[in-house]
């Protein structure tokens, strides 16, 4: 069993990395919040996986957490959003598709190298998915700048704190039980605060294109 | 019991009570009251400190030292005159249309929940809480700011939102690495991210992850000081909130962001035993300078202008801090005390003169000196006190952190005098009309304003410079020499 660990806790690494790739690369909004919800259940799993080796039972919790937050609750209330900002079946014009994916690659080469002095020092079970997590941050940040549409940009924000959470249950098994809550109270309000501001949005300027958010400038 | 669970109740239960009688007239009152027990409690609470030295609170989870103690106290003073500000002014927003009851009510109840996380990042013993504090206030903040519901306000809030988690997401990384450096020294059952039990250990923590772990933290937390290249959000989150908020963004929440700074600062120069963390800092804090004093001279907001006056302090402060040593620790703490106080005053006369003008357009606004000659002073003292004229006291901390640069990084000088330079003649070209202008479009106010704070905060702001009380003195080289550097 041991021996199947580690190579079972960076299955589910490269499938989060593979996740965070085919969001930035997913035009669909439906289809964007269904990976997104994918990659909440690969995390939780990875949680409870990591926690029944260790038998560290925060862990356990750490995953109930994300179980509960970003594969039921997040994507639920960004379903109904979208059903009723009506933008569900909207789909984003992305340009450069190839440009976006090389640039993502040359991010996850980069994180690796940044990581790579650290991740020799882990002896945690899985240490040499620090990289891999913070090519998800990298991938999330990246996102966030090509995408114009107020939904998508939210995504990869809560992607990025996909890929945190993973870089924390990863290395060092988990944060302290309070700040986890801590974590997880303050993107469940933010994302509820961020909800509301697209209704907002959309009646003041008859759109979610962040395009517009563009008149606040110097002179 | 300590007075610190009435320091953080007081402004929580405030938040909630509020959050049901917001709306009422009485509410303007009843923040009053709130933020006037919070201070009570705070003054309390350093006298216990004064008296006791630094103190644990439940469990660890809290420490309070010489430090953060002058940090709360402070931050709840501001609160609290910002608070006496804010009655008479929300009123004139509500006659003028753009306030409604239920927006009232989310001003109120998020004006103290807003306080109480500032004041449960200064407290908090924990690393994670500290990130969890900054990250729930720049929600309550996002919710200030867009409180007019323009435009430009949900504009400003959108990007203050989406821009400032993304920072705060960095800083968030940096803990989970200094967690792990933690882990590595003290193993996965003792494993903390206490910042007094991290600092009893510093110099054993793994300096490979320690060096990575505070780039990361400095960006993130360096996103909501507002340093350059990070600052974009700052000055439309600044501009288009009320002006009660962007005192107390301006005055406050800087600082709350610089505080981490500083605390993971200390840890990284434990672990590392070099220069690197304070070089960093001396980087960004002197870009920020220049940068912002450059920019001051392009404005045409008033508000805006102001925003870019306070990166280029905090740059200021963040380049005085990155020198390290006692001397230029201490200018930067008292720069920091200073800097809260005559730029909350200044927002308070610039939210009136507004008000009058019924815009931020600085060429609109002409002659403050006779229509109200209050307003027009305070504004003009405050002008003078910011720009660092003396015998103010950012004069004296202005002062000491040039000479300390001069005599260990002599390099950055030039640039210093430069920005400041370029800040000051900008800032009085713009200003000196506002305030002396010949002909007047003015209107009155319909309520009068609440002037007292202005000139509470420029009286200390003067009283800072001539003459620092000696237990003051102490409590600052207490905490400059906790520092280091």
């Known amino acids: ?219 | 019991m300590s007075a610190l669970y009435l320091v953080l109740g007081v402004p929580l239960l405030g938040g909630l009570v509020l959050a049901l009688v917001g709306h009422q007239p009485r509410a303007r009152d009843i923040n009053v009251v709130f933020s006037l027990l919070t201070f009570l409690a705070a003054c309390v609470m350093t006298v216990e400190v004064i008296d006791g030295g630094p103190q644990f609170v439940w469990a660890k989870q809290f420490y309070i030292d010489p430090l953060n103690v002058f940090l709360v106290t402070l931050t709840a003073f501001v609160g609290l005159t910002t608070a006496i500000f804010s009655r008479p002014y929300m009123r004139i927003e509500q006659d003028h249309g753009k306030m409604t009851p239920p927006r009232m009510r989310l001003y109120h109840s998020m004006y103290q929940l807003f306080s109480f996380t500032m004041l449960l990042g200064f407290t908090t013993n924990n690393l994670g809480i500290i990130w969890v504090a900054m990250e729930a206030a720049t929600l309550t903040t996002v919710l200030l700011v867009s409180v007019y519901r323009t435009p430009a306000s949900l504009e400003a809030a959108w990007k203050y939102f989406i821009l400032c988690g993304v920072g705060i997401a960095q800083a968030l990384f940096g803990t989970i690495l200094v967690y792990m450096a933690a882990d590595k020294v003290l193993g996965a059952e003792d494993a903390t991210l206490l910042w007094s039990s991290l600092s009893d250990i510093k110099g054993q923590l793994d300096p490979t992850i320690m060096s990575l772990a505070f780039v990361f933290l400095l960006i993130g937390y360096g996103t909501k000081i507002g340093l350059v290249p990070l600052h974009s959000w700052l000055p439309d989150a600044h501009a288009e909130g009320p002006t009660p908020v962007s005192a107390v963004l301006s005055g406050l929440l800087l600082n709350v962001a610089m505080y981490a700074v500083l605390r993971c600062k200390v840890l990284t120069d434990g672990a590392l035993g070099t220069q690197m963390a304070g070089q960093l800092m001396m980087g960004f804090g002197l870009l920020s300078v220049v940068v912002a004093a450059f920019f001051i001279s392009r404005q045409k907001d008033v508000k805006r202008m102001f925003s870019y006056s306070s990166i280029e302090h905090m740059g200021l402060i963040t380049f005085a801090f990155g020198m390290g040593g006692p001397v230029a620790n201490f200018a930067g703490l008292l720069h920091m005390t200073v800097h809260s106080l005559v730029k909350s005053a200044i927002f308070f006369t610039v939210g009136h003169a507004t008000q009058k003008a019924g815009t931020q357009v600085m060429s609109e606004i002409r002659g403050l000196i006779k229509v109200n000659p209050t307003v027009g002073w305070g504004l003009m003292l405050g002008v003078m006190a910011i720009l660092g004229m003396p015998p103010f006291g950012v004069f004296a901390s202005e002062f000491l952190i040039l000479t300390t640069a001069m005599r260990e990084q002599p390099w950055a000088t030039p640039f210093l005098f430069l920005a400041l330079g370029v800040a000051f003649a900008s800032m009085l070209i713009r200003v000196l009309p506002m305030v002396f202008g010949e002909e007047t479009k003015l209107k009155p106010l319909a309520h009068p304003p609440a002037l007292i704070p202005v000139f509470v905060h420029l009286a200390l702001g003067l009283v800072l410079g001539l003459y620092i009380p000696a237990y003051l003195n102490g409590w600052y080289v207490a905490a400059a020499s906790m520092l280091g550097g």
Request: include cysteine.
């Open chain 1, 1 to 219: 069993m041991s021996h199947f660990v580690p190579q079972l806790i960076n299955l589910f690494a490269t499938l989060i990395l593979l996740l965070s790739f085919a969001m930035l690369a997913q035009r669909r909004i439906v289809s964007l919040i269904n990976l997104f919800m994918i990659q909440g259940a690969a995390l939780a799993a990875a949680s409870f996986l990591l926690g029944y080796v260790t038998g560290h039972p925060d862990l356990y919790v750490s995953g109930g957490l994300t179980l509960l937050l970003k594969v039921v609750l997040i994507p639920w209330m960004l379903h109904r959003m979208i059903r009723k900002l009506n933008v569900r079946w909207d789909v984003e014009m992305l340009l450069n598709i190839p440009t976006t994916m090389l640039v993502g690659i040359a991010l996850v080469i980069f994180a690796f190298s940044l990581a790579l002095p650290i991740s020799r020092l882990s002896d945690a079970v899985a240490g040499g998915a620090l990289g891999i997590a913070l090519a998800c941050v990298m991938l999330s940040f990246m996102m966030m700048i090509t995408r114009s549409k107020a939904v998508p940009q939210v995504i990869g924000f809560l992607s990025m704190e996909n890929g945190l959470l993973f870089a924390a249950t990863t290395v060092t098994n988990g944060m302290p039980m309070i700040v986890e809550f801590g974590i997880a109270l303050d993107v469940l309000v933010g994302v509820l605060i961020l909800g509301v501001f697209m209704f907002q949005i959309r009646e003041k300027f008859d759109s979610l294109d962040i395009r517009h958010l563009e008149s606040l400038k110097d002179d």
